[in-house]
């Protein structure tokens, strides 16, 4: 048995194949099968994290609370709810006003919240107290003892015979 390599010569040319080798289309296939089912799953992902921020607002800010002809001179504390969408936060937290009419027929509505540290006040006869640490106010809201401002005062509109209220701002009647 002779020990030196015996190469046999075929006399064939390597055969040179054109387009694609089996290894490049199943790693195409496969790859684009792998990114459109990525693409599949991510694409609710992203519009859940995206949509509340490009939704737009819909509803106008105003809340129909009570019936006109319920209103009197004395003031009456209605609840209502206003529904919030903060970014992914939806909540629909309860809300209350005081509402009364003045001397000239005018309905104004007064929010509860202390001006002095944010309790809740309450009309007793003649004017508005706060539990916490005696803060009284007016029949419009003004400041008379503990608190420093008057209380806040929310926007009024009748419509149809309904009153509503809108964004509370500072108090214009003081
Ligand atoms: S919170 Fe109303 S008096 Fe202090």
């Not at 992914?88 to 309905?107: C, F, H, Q, T």
Request: net charge neutral; charged share 20%; glycine share 8%.
């Amino acid at each position: 048995m002779s020990n030196h390599e015996h190469h046999e010569d075929t006399g064939n040319k390597p055969v040179k194949r054109s387009g694609l080798s089996r290894r490049q289309f199943l790693s195409y296939t496969l790859g684009g099968a792998g990114a459109f089912m990525a693409a599949g799953m991510s694409l609710p992902m992203i519009r859940f994290a995206v949509d509340p921020i490009l939704k737009k607002k819909v509803g106008g800010t105003w809340i129909k609370v009570v019936e006109e002809n319920k209103i009197t001179n004395d003031p009456q504390e209605f609840k209502f709810n206003i529904h919030q969408v903060d970014g992914w936060y939806v909540s629909d937290p309860e809300l209350s006003a005081w509402i009364s009419k003045d001397n000239s027929g005018n309905y104004f509505a007064l929010s509860p919240v202390c001006k002095h540290l944010g309790c809740t006040i309450s009309w007793s006869s003649d004017i508005y107290i706060c539990p916490c640490h005696n803060a009284h106010y007016t029949k419009d809201g003004e400041n008379l003892t503990v608190a420093p401002k008057p209380l806040d005062e929310y926007d009024l509109k009748i419509d149809n015979g309904w009153v509503y209220l809108g964004p509370i701002k500072a108090n214009t009647r003081v």
